[in-house]
């Protein structure tokens, strides 16, 4: 029997895309740089692929945010601005942003009055708190789960040792875990011995993996639990 779900949220709940193609042109605007959509998806492959090897433990979270500028500055010739300060002011416009994805509302209102509902997260704790408070979601939750607060990354054992250390009475295989990654969220439940539910908003592939249950949008949420 299910008590309790855990759910991530950049890209299951809060839509990161439209949050970071917002920050990056906020980000543009501070340093009197020309931006086009076009550039967008430049900043996307460069981004996945870092939060990939974050994820695999090759790079630290401090590196990840270290590279991520200039590596994308550098591919549009950018080279006298500081990628460590246009970091920074795209991390304060990300947390202005709390773009939700569709169905985030109801299915946490629906989760919410049958579980216990947990956020799990490898974002920036304040900023996440922040952004969940911005689009009105944090009320459905009973606490939120940050790798920050942590010190460990999903899909690291070690992150759901720590987030079953502060919850009493519930056990692994009495818990689910909805999120859009494969690499940090179905990989890591599944190890745990969590049910997990891929959402699979982009009609991807599971790679090997085998998650659970699979959604193409939340609202499904509510045949499976």
Not at 10 to 32: N, Q, V
Not at 188 to 201: D, E, L, P
Request: proline content about 2%.
């Amino acid at each position: 029997m299910i008590k309790a779900v855990f759910i991530d949220i950049d890209d299951t709940l809060l839509d990161f895309g439209k949050c970071a193609e917002y920050a990056m042109r906020e980000s543009f605007r501070d340093f009197g740089l020309d931006f086009n959509r076009n550039m967008f998806p430049v900043f996307t492959e460069i981004n996945a692929g870092l939060w990939h090897r974050l994820e695999k433990g090759e790079i630290t979270k401090s590196e990840l945010y270290g590279k991520r500028w200039v590596t994308v500055l550098g591919e549009f010739g950018i080279a006298h601005i500081d990628g460590s300060e246009f970091e920074r002011h795209f991390q304060k416009h990300i947390s202005d942003s709390a773009e939700k994805v569709d169905g985030a509302d109801e299915i946490l209102k629906y989760l919410s009055s049958k579980y216990k509902i947990y956020a799990a997260s490898n974002g920036p704790h304040e900023q996440q708190i922040g952004r969940l408070k911005k689009a009105k979601l944090l009320q459905y939750f009973d606490g939120v789960f940050t790798s920050e607060l942590l010190g460990v990354q999903k899909p690291d054992k070690a992150f759901f040792d720590a987030c079953f250390g502060k919850i009493d009475q519930i056990s692994p295989n009495e818990t689910a875990l909805i999120g859009d990654s494969l690499s940090a969220d179905i990989s890591g439940g599944a190890k745990y011995n969590m049910k997990t539910v891929w959402f699979n908003k982009n009609n991807g592939t599971a790679e090997g993996l085998h998650p659970d249950c699979t959604v193409n949008e939340l609202i499904e949420i509510k045949n499976i639990l």
